[in-house]
């Protein structure tokens, strides 16, 4: 089991940037497959980014591609975000989660074995 705990988030103008970090403990950074997601109020949970246990795949929602950066630093046990050209849309908990599983479907939240308790990102028109 990993414990992840995520920071970063706060209140932005539209057009501004965000990053957000997820820190891990517990497991071997190296070994985690990691993902972001986020839920708005009334809606489902929607895969943002995710990358792969060397950092160097990565994989985006068609909603975020060009704005959203995804990285990840194994040697700091640290997963980031780094949002830009932030739109209201975007406003929702952001959470990160890790699988230690060879192979998953990045997008498929059902995936992941451990979750972040999430980050409020507010984005103001």
């Known amino acids: 089991q990993v414990q992840l705990v995520e920071s970063g988030g706060g209140w932005v103008l539209a057009g501004g940037s965000l990053r957000l970090s997820c820190a891990g403990s517990?497991?071997?950074?190296?070994?985690?497959?990691m993902g972001w997601f986020r839920q708005a109020p009334g809606k489902e949970r929607e895969f943002v980014a995710g990358?792969?246990?060397?950092?160097?795949?990565?994989y985006y929602g068609d909603s975020v591609k060009g704005r959203f950066s995804v990285s990840k630093d194994n040697a700091k046990n640290t997963v980031y975000l780094q949002m830009n050209s932030l739109k209201s849309e975007d406003t929702a908990v952001y959470y990160c989660?890790?699988?230690?599983?060879?192979?998953?479907?990045?997008?498929?939240?059902?995936?992941?074995?451990?979750w972040g308790r999430g980050t409020q990102v507010t984005v103001s028109r």
């Open positions: 990358i792969s246990r060397s950092g160097g795949t990565t």
């Open positions: 517990g497991r071997t950074f190296s070994r985690l497959k």
């Open positions: 989660a890790a699988s230690s599983a060879m192979a998953i479907t990045i997008a498929d939240a059902g995936e992941y074995d451990d």
